[in-house]
Nanobody, 121 residues
Framework: QVQLVESGGGLVQAGGSLRLSCAAS????????MAWYRQAPGKQRELVAS???????NYADSVKGRFTISRDNAKNTVYLQMNSLKSEDTAVYYC???????????????WGQGTQVTVSS
């Protein structure tokens, strides 16, 4: 099992910044992709950004140029730097990690408990 502890959410004014952190512990070997998702009230959970173990990144169009995902493999931690926040960024943000084991290949998904980000206009 992998345990994920998120921190950094809160209330911020539009145009402001927040930095989310997610630390993984437990069976952390073979962690591959780390990502942030978000879910706003009445909406489906959506991918915000992801980063592979080699550093390849992917962003939702709505956050490109404003958010930056990074990871520290030595600390098993993923970060999400959020700048120029907008009211539509208000959501619960969830950390996600994927472990990949081989022979045979199988993947395991783990989720954090979520952290609230509220952007006031």
């Amino acid at each position: 099992q992998v345990q994920l502890v998120e921190s950094g959410g809160g209330l911020v004014q539009a145009g402001g910044s927040l930095r989310l952190s997610c630390a993984a512990s437990g069976s952390i070997s073979s962690i591959n992709t780390m990502a942030w998702y978000r879910q706003a009230p009445g909406k489906q959970r959506e991918l915000v950004a992801s980063i592979t173990i080699s550093g390849g990144t992917n962003y939702a169009d709505s956050v490109k140029g404003r958010f930056t995902i990074s990871r520290d493999n030595a600390k098993n931690t993923v970060y999400l730097q959020m700048n120029s926040l907008k009211s539509e960024d208000t959501a619960v943000y969830y950390c996600n990690v994927v472990r990949v084991l081989y022979f045979p290949t199988r993947t395991y998904d783990y989720w954090g408990q979520g952290t609230q980000v509220t952007v006031s206009s």
